[in-house]
């Protein structure tokens, strides 16, 4: 019994009491509190988790859906937008069959990284996002904005691996087979059309770092992030199999296109209705030219080899943004306040007030969740606090909340 009362772990000094298990060796004991802290040393030290490991990486033959169940699945959570849901429907399924061929078969397929144009609230994002919800690789979003050329202040290009270290563990096997979405990729266009005249460190210089990540080389990645030193350790990915993604708003491309596709002619013999579509789907008409002339090398193009679009909303799609998907804006605030007991409802006119506004203030589906918080809010302040069961939102009150709000104040020009 005295024996039993004085073990205690050889590292920490706990005594059998103070832990909830006690391992025991031959010449003494740990308890799993010490357990964690190697665990995690061992992480930190060989740059890769002892937990289980990725599905990608067990050398299993990977599964995934045909295409047309792909996009079925992206209807779910994006309305519209269909052309851009089959090109990354496609993209996603030719990258599984990549990482499925044989080894020893004499045509090798290339990987065919995309880019996407869409205005702000267009759902680029939301593309990206919901083909994450279904895939059994890692998959990593990261943000072009934060890299800069090395030495000066800011991310280096290889950081964005680092996310898909992270989203498989530090498998460094399943991150080889990857897929990496990097949003806002026209920030970093070049910011003149003559490179001489100053250093673009934000613009051109990270694009011709991301060359020989998107082509396809070893990349030393350093596993915390940020920039590298001499004394970090670094981790070795091969990214020929990693499929990328870019997207970006291009805010003003559309003037670039026009100008290609000369949407003002003139004439007897002139099809106005032609030229109505294209002045209002101009995107449709987007390539590689008119992405050069926006600010982006050709280098860069030439690695991106399949460009998609996504129209603008208008207000049919917008009214069914509100309501159809599984996440929809009215879905998430019912639950809301289901949470707190309150049953919540609105008018039919309350949706196409919203539409109205969110089409006035030019801001996308992103500008609906502006309008929709605007309109609750006080709601969600009071009636927390009060007994009530249903709350139903009138276009009367929608209309009074809004034109109190400072979103009202806004002046689109």
Avoid: W
């Avoid at 289980?52 to 990486?57: D, L, N, R, V, W």
Wanted: aromatic share 6%.
């Amino acid at each position: 019994m005295a024996k039993q009362q004085i073990l205690h772990c050889s590292f920490c000094g706990r005594s059998r009491d103070e832990v909830k298990i006690l391992i025991a060796g031959q010449d003494g004991h740990i308890c799993e509190n010490c357990v964690e802290h190697a665990q995690e040393i061992i992480s930190q030290e060989l740059g890769a988790s002892v937990e289980t490991k990725h599905p990608a990486s067990t050398g299993s033959k990977l599964s995934v859906r045909k295409p047309i169940d792909i996009k079925k699945f992206l209807d779910e959570y994006v309305i519209g937008q269909d052309d851009a849901k089959k090109i990354l429907a496609v993209a996603v399924y030719n990258h599984y069959k990549r990482l499925n061929q044989k080894q020893d078969n004499e045509v090798e397929i290339e990987k065919s990284n995309i880019i996407m144009v869409g205005e702000t609230g267009t759902g680029k994002t939301l593309l990206a996002k919901s083909i994450a919800r279904m895939l059994n690789v890692p998959f990593a979003i990261v943000d072009a904005t934060v890299f800069t050329e090395a030495g000066y202040v800011g991310e280096d290009v290889e950081s964005m691996l680092t996310r898909l270290l992270q989203a498989c563990n530090y498998d460094v096997q399943a991150a080889e087979k990857g897929i990496v979405y990097i949003d806002e990729i026209d920030k970093i266009a070049r910011k003149s059309d003559n490179p001489s005249i100053t250093r673009d460190v934000s613009g051109e210089g990270v694009q011709q770092g991301l060359l020989k990540l998107l082509e396809g080389s070893e990349v030393l990645v350093p596993p915390q992030g940020g920039r590298k030193h001499p004394e970090q350790k670094l981790i070795k990915i091969n990214t020929q199999n990693i499929l990328f993604i870019c997207g970006g708003a291009f805010d003003g491309i559309d003037r670039i296109i026009a100008r290609r596709v000369n949407t003002s002619s003139i004439g007897f013999h002139v099809n106005k209705d032609l030229q109505e579509y294209q002045h209002n789907h101009l995107l449709e008409f987007v390539n590689a030219v008119d992405l050069k002339h926006f600010g982006l090398i050709p280098e860069l193009l030439g690695r991106l080899p399949v460009v998609t679009y996504l129209n603008p909303l208008d207000a049919a799609t917008l009214r069914s943004i509100l309501t159809e998907p599984k996440n929809s804006l009215v879905k998430q605030f019912t639950r809301l306040f289901e949470i707190e007991g309150i049953a919540l409802s609105f008018e039919e006119g309350v949706f196409d007030f919203m539409v109205e506004k969110a089409l006035e203030y030019k801001l996308g589906a992103r500008g609906l969740r502006s309008i929709c918080e605007s309109i609750l809010t006080d709601a969600m302040f009071e009636l927390p606090s009060q007994k009530v069961k249903h709350f139903d939102v009138t276009l009367e009150y929608a209309s009074r909340k809004f034109n109190t709000s400072k979103l009202s104040m806004l002046k689109v020009a």
